[in-house]
């Protein structure tokens, strides 16, 4: 019964949904005018009962009359596609073998608590929406020999999503020069030329937090199946990713599965892939396969173009110099030029001023003092000592306890890299020691940052929290 059933429909939905839908349905049983059919996991039942039931009805009523009956069977492995078994260190307790539930729906009931849809935290509203801006679009990124060979790499795809040898396309650059810009843009783009292509577009941090949440409610298999059915699927930030091997795994199953089944993967990051720390060897070689694309520091007129489009699409006049003045005196990034512009309008409509170059002066100056703030030793002491929950007295006591030696010698690190204090000065201030033990720390630190994995991390967390 079940096998012309399947003919039936495979007669009549795209093959793809065929495969990914249907194949792994198994008939397990027919009694009377009931047949039940064994599915991989709630989700996909929930899928089958949304986007299927008509055809599955029909299909039934074909072969076992008006009063046919489906039964649903959920039955939840640890295995994905009986293939490849899952390295996943999921807690034991987690690890029940073999779930089963059975389901039973009649066709004609809409059972309320049937309908409950099955929701993982977060991911069913993805389902429909691509979360992607639209003011982040092609038209509004300028073009600039900055990002020119990542804007062209990202209209490729656009135009053919998985038909290029771009896949997957990773950009990459520092931060506010227009990562998460292009990354959208290029998903609207496809979903302008492709509406009936799922894209999904989610930052990295967003998508650990779903896969952990997923496992803990032993939804796994359901987070992988969510992901399987996308067509572009757009990761922002894949650098959040380091270190994280359980989300690293996860997804580089998801990736082969897409790329295997010719769907785009878009992922953006702050570092080239042979500069990525704590990134599986296995993964980062999969984000070269396709085609690595820099976005660089805008040139001064690509900063100036980029803030007359601001302007224009603001309704904001300004004076052609104090334009080119801002473009010359701020460099760093796109999202200070952007703020340094929106916070001059600010003023100038705030206290009804004219905006004059010596306005422009002003904030500007602002700007820059505000992005190269010096940190000061004290300053260091304090993050440091957060870091680590202890008190600044600690860090500057004379104890021989490893890890507070290890604490008071990343401060000293930290206040010569990031301070122009002499070794004497920051000997004196950090534990009253002098400026030998000080070269002595910065050479322990170095050493330690290229042997000692834990170290190294501890090396760059600080410096991300000294550098906000
Ligand atoms: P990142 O993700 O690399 O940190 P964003 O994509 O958030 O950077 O960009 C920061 C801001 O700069 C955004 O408002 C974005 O629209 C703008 N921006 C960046 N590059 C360009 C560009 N080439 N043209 C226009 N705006 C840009
Ligand atoms: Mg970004």
Redo the contacts with the bound molecule.
């Keep these: 019964v079940w096998n012309n059933c399947l003919e039936f429909i495979k007669d009549n939905i795209q093959p793809q949904a065929y495969k990914t839908w249907f194949e792994p349905i198994k008939a397990v049983k027919l009694t009377d005018n009931a047949l039940s059919i064994q599915v991989p996991s709630k989700f996909f039942y929930e899928w089958l009962e949304e986007h299927y039931v008509k055809i599955l009805k029909v299909s039934l009523t074909k072969e076992l009359g008006e009063t046919a009956k489906l039964v649903y069977i959920i039955k939840m492995e640890n295995t994905y596609g009986n293939k490849q078994p899952f390295t996943e260190k999921i807690p034991s307790s987690n690890r029940s073998a073999v779930k089963s539930q059975e389901v039973d729906v009649p066709f004609n009931n809409k059972n309320p608590e049937l309908r409950n849809p099955f929701v993982i935290p977060g991911i069913r509203n993805l389902q429909i929406e691509s979360q992607l801006n639209p003011n982040?679009s092609f038209e509004?990124?300028?073009?600039?020999d900055s990002?020119r060979l990542a804007r062209s790499a990202g209209l490729a795809v656009a135009s053919k999503p998985g038909g290029t040898s771009f896949n997957p396309l990773l950009i990459f650059?520092?931060?506010?020069?227009?990562?998460?810009?292009?990354a959208h843009a290029i998903g609207v783009d496809i979903k302008d030329k492709y509406p009936e292509k799922t894209v999904l577009y989610i930052s990295a941090e967003k998508f650990t937090q779903q896969y952990i949440d997923a496992v803990k409610k032993n939804n796994r298999n359901d987070f992988i199946h969510f992901y399987q059915i996308i067509d572009v699927l757009i990761i922002?930030d894949v650098q959040f990713l380091s270190g994280k091997s359980g989300t690293q795994d996860v997804f580089f199953h998801i990736f082969n599965h897409l790329h295997q089944n010719g769907k785009q993967v878009i992922l953006?990051s702050d570092k080239a892939p042979v500069d990525m720390q704590d990134i599986e060897q296995r993964l980062l070689s999969r984000f070269k396969w396709g085609l690595s694309a820099e976005?660089q520091n805008?040139d001064f007129e690509?900063r100036v173009s980029?803030l007359k489009?601001?302007l224009y699409r603001d309704g904001v006049e300004m004076p052609e110099d104090i334009i080119d003045y801002v473009a010359k005196n701020i460099k760093t990034?796109?999202?200070e030029l952007?703020g340094a512009i929106i916070s001059l309008i600010a003023q100038s409509s705030f206290n009804k001023k004219e905006i004059t170059i010596d306005l422009a002066k002003q904030i500007v100056e602002k700007f820059v003092k505000n992005t190269k703030r010096e940190v000061s030793i004290d300053y260091i002491q304090k993050t440091v000592s957060e870091y680590f929950q202890m008190d600044i007295s600690t860090l500057q006591s004379k104890t021989r306890k490893r890890h507070i030696v290890q604490a008071r010698q990343l401060a000293m690190f930290f206040a010569k890299k990031f301070t122009k204090a002499s070794l004497a000065s920051i000997g004196s201030q950090i534990g009253k020691r002098d400026h030998a033990t000080v070269l002595h720390a910065c050479k322990t630190v170095d050493n330690l940052s290229s042997t000692d994995k834990q170290f190294r991390k501890y090396v760059e967390d600080i410096t991300k929290k000294l550098s906000i």
Excluded: A, Q, S
């Design positions: 982040y509004n990124f300028l073009e600039g990002n650059g520092g931060v506010g020069l227009g990562k998460t810009h292009l922002d953006t976005l805008p690509t980029i489009n601001k990034n796109v999202r952007e």
